[in-house]
């Protein structure tokens, strides 16, 4: 699949993550946390859909003026030398101010995507925007596309619900539950 298309919608495109770009994305995201008051690292896991801010569950607290893009930039990093079926997006709105993350790891016919969306700019419809986009995306090439949410994320269920996923039997690690979009 390679580094993926620009994906674009009437309000926001989601440009894909390359070597070249992905210190200055590192240096936005990083401000982003500053401004949302957060200092942990940024761990996008595709395949997970999330609710909350561009932060990292993992993560302990950390004092939020000390924040230093190096973590951000290692991240963005190593998703981008991972290998052809591990793509990343950086969502930007039409004022080209940066949205967050998205992201696809597709295996085959298979593929698990995410999404994380800056303080900022929540409930505001991006991520499930995003989210729609991509599927589509990946959905036009035969790919089946998943994601998981974890076990009592009300905000994850409710984007994954609007999205078009349904909910599985299988429960994965760290209590995830994996969802399908079912095929068309």
Known sequence: ??????LTTARMRALPLTVW?????????????VAAGRG?????AA???FGGALDSAAAGP???AAIDPTGVRRELRRRVGAGRGILTWVLRNTDGAALGLLAADAHGARAAIGVR????YRRDGYASEAVRVLAGWLESRGVIVGTRVRVGDVVGKRLAQSTAFVPTGVLLTERRRLWIRPPV
């Not at 699949?1 to 620009?6: A, H, R, S, Y």
């Not at 969306?117 to 900022?120: A, D, L, P």
């Open 1 to 6: 699949m390679g580094e993926g298309p620009t």
């Open 21 to 33: 770009n992905s210190g200055f994305v590192a240096e936005e995201l990083a401000q982003a946390m």
């Open 40 to 44: 942990e690292p940024i761990r996008l």
């Open 47 to 49: 395949g997970e859909l």
């Open 62 to 64: 950390a004092d939020s």
């Open 117 to 120: 969306v800056s303080h900022t």
